[in-house]
């Protein structure tokens, strides 16, 4: 089976493509799928095949299948997808190496981020990266700090955006 493999950073995205799908045409006439067109699709998956997740869009629509898709494996017993930084390449294993200031913020409710990945990135980062501040943003959401979303919380971006502001002013002011 043939492999493209792209460059994402300093990761390898490897996308492996079936010989009998290279004929098809791919038709994007944008139909949307219906909740139960999505969940058939998914039930056609076979769980028990480890899978890896990387998404790379991040829309309501992404959220919820990605949600469905975990439910379906809690109900079937099956292991969840793993995400891209549970991979032994992810570039959080490389924090030792950096020597900038790092800051990372995060939403007090997220989808995407759970408390134990809050804690493990916490752990993570304070053991292996000597400038590191974290923050958890209470009272927000995913998104928090863009205006453009539905989550955004005008205090809390505030206060994100400030945060940066002066970061970046500590760190790339000419000395």
Known sequence: MPEIWLNYGITDVVLDIKAEN???KIDSDGKIMDDFAINEKLNSIDLSKPMELVVLHNSKSILKIISSLFTLCEQKSKPFPKIL???NN?????ANKIEADLYLAFAEKDTWVDND???NIKNHFEKNTPNFRMEVYEGTEHGFAFPDRHTYNKNGAEKHWSRISNLFEKSLKSK
């Open 22 to 24: 290279l004929e098809q």
């Open 85 to 87: 930084t549970d991979k």
């Open 90 to 94: 992810s570039p959080h294993l490389q």
């Open 117 to 119: 990945a809050l804690k």
